[in-house]
């Protein structure tokens, strides 16, 4: 919206321009006499383009809002008052680093609906080893479906697509991504 002000902005801008350098007069048999149709004309563009040129200002000004909104939305969701000092620290954090003080990490909420690295196995063996795979590397083992588990859940696509490239390329196993939900019925449900 911003982008889009500042060219609304520059048209107004023009518009003005060029109604400023209209010429009002023609010419008579005794010279060149003022045309009130033509000034007219020049006061209607002169309007046109001072209107376009406050609402493109406006779009430039108030369009970034939006954004800067929902950068410091995140960013509140992304931090915690330290218990002792007060001062904003990252939920996982363990040490205060402005106060120094040794403190526990918050988990954040567990995840219902998410992304998952998931391991097409069968019964037994197979599925054992993608079990031990999937813990071996740190991530949570959810149940898909039939057989099928997968690592996750995850937030966003891009860290479902880490944790497979980790299971294909530390311990060979093949993986593909996909979006567990709990509304189709396709899942079982989640164990606390």
Not at 103 to 113: A, F, S
Not at 156 to 163: G, Y
Request: net charge positive.
């Amino acid at each position: 919206m911003r982008k889009f002000g500042i060219v609304v902005l520059i048209i107004g801008v023009l518009v003005v321009i060029s109604a400023m350098g209209m010429d009002v007069s023609v010419s008579s048999g005794l010279g060149r006499v003022n045309n009130l149709g033509l000034m007219a004309e020049r006061q209607n563009f002169t309007i046109i383009g001072g209107l376009l040129a406050l609402g493109g200002l406006l779009m430039m000004l108030f369009g970034g809002k939006k954004e800067r909104s929902t950068v410091a939305a995140s960013h509140v969701q992304d931090t915690r008052a330290c218990p002792l000092c007060a001062e904003m620290i990252k939920p996982a954090a363990i040490k205060c680093r402005f106060c120094g003080a040794d403190i526990d990490p918050v988990q954040g909420p567990r995840l219902v609906n998410g992304w998952a690295a998931t391991v097409p196995c069968r019964a037994g063996d197979e599925r054992d080893h993608a079990i031990g795979a999937i813990t071996a590397l740190g991530f949570s083992v959810v149940p898909m479906m039939g057989e099928t588990v997968g690592a996750g859940l995850f937030a966003t696509k891009e860290e479902a697509k880490h944790a497979s490239t980790l299971l294909s390329k530390e311990h060979k196993v093949f993986s593909e991504v996909a979006y567990r939900d709990t509304v189709s019925g396709k899942f079982p449900p989640l164990d606390d």
